[in-house]
């Protein structure tokens, strides 16, 4: 089972430049959501989506953006990428928004931004 | 004061050893606590949800006291394996929503 799916895995950005991080789930849940995760913190929580057609800002969604593409995928993108972005991106997905159940994380996609 | 903290540790544990973590957590009103597993570079997985009334799975037991607003996770007969970072996860709400809040973690080595 593949069950969620990030790419890349890792990327090298300069000051400025942007990108977009994929998501994928294979399990028919509901929610998903972008985190991020930086030393000594816990994760943080960027965008979420509690369903298909639906996004919400997080606790840090400055310089970021999200587009829940269909139930399967959800993508963030940075537009104009700053330093303050170097961090390890984690997506998660859950059954619904409405379940305080478990989380399934992604691998991470550990950014760079020069 | 954070939502959820978690001493960061590390603690440093030979093989065999019992090992116990607390979380502590700042709103009465949280609904469902769990504790994550991550290892080095890895992404975090549940290890164990927290009931209330308490739970065992193997060698790991997790305690919730709803009263001093804390839940613990204990390791018994600790092994190489269980080196990791362990984050405390509360998920706390009320019925316009809930959100999932993380500690920061808890960084274990067991030595051999």
């Known amino acids: 089972n593949a069950g969620v799916t990030q790419t890349p895995k890792f990327q090298v950005l300069k000051t400025g430049q942007s990108m977009t991080l994929q998501c994928a789930q294979d399990?028919?849940?509901?929610?998903m959501y972008w985190y991020r995760q930086d030393p000594g913190m816990g994760l943080r929580l960027i965008y979420y989506?509690?369903?298909?057609?639906?996004?919400d800002k997080g606790e840090v969604p400055n310089g970021y953006n999200v587009s829940r593409l269909n139930k399967r995928e959800f993508s963030l993108r940075l537009e104009s990428a700053a330093p303050s972005q170097t961090s390890v991106y984690f997506c998660?997905?859950?059954?619904?928004?409405?379940?305080?159940?478990?989380?399934?994380f992604g691998e991470g996609s550990r950014l760079t931004v020069l | 004061r954070k939502e959820v903290e978690q001493d960061p540790g590390p603690f440093n544990v030979p093989e065999g050893a019992t090992v116990a973590f607390n979380c502590t957590y700042s709103?009465?009103?949280?609904?469902?606590f769990f504790w994550y597993r991550q290892d080095c570079r890895k992404e975090p997985k549940l290890l164990m949800s927290?009931?209330?009334s308490g739970n065992e799975d193997g060698r790991f037991t997790a305690q919730l006291n709803r009263a001093s607003q804390y839940i613990s996770l204990l390791i018994r007969d600790s092994k190489l394996s269980d080196s990791a970072t362990y984050l405390c996860?509360?998920?706390?709400?009320?019925?316009?929503?809930?959100?999932?809040?993380f500690g920061a973690g808890t960084r274990l080595f067991v030595k051999a």
């Open positions: 709103n009465s009103a949280s609904q469902s």
């Open positions: 927290v009931y209330s």
């Open positions: 989506s509690a369903s298909e057609g639906t996004t």
């Open positions: 399990m028919n849940h509901n929610s």
């Open positions: 996860v509360v998920n706390m709400g009320n019925t316009g929503g809930f959100k999932t809040i």
């Open positions: 998660a997905s859950r059954l619904a928004g409405t379940d305080t159940g478990e989380l399934f």
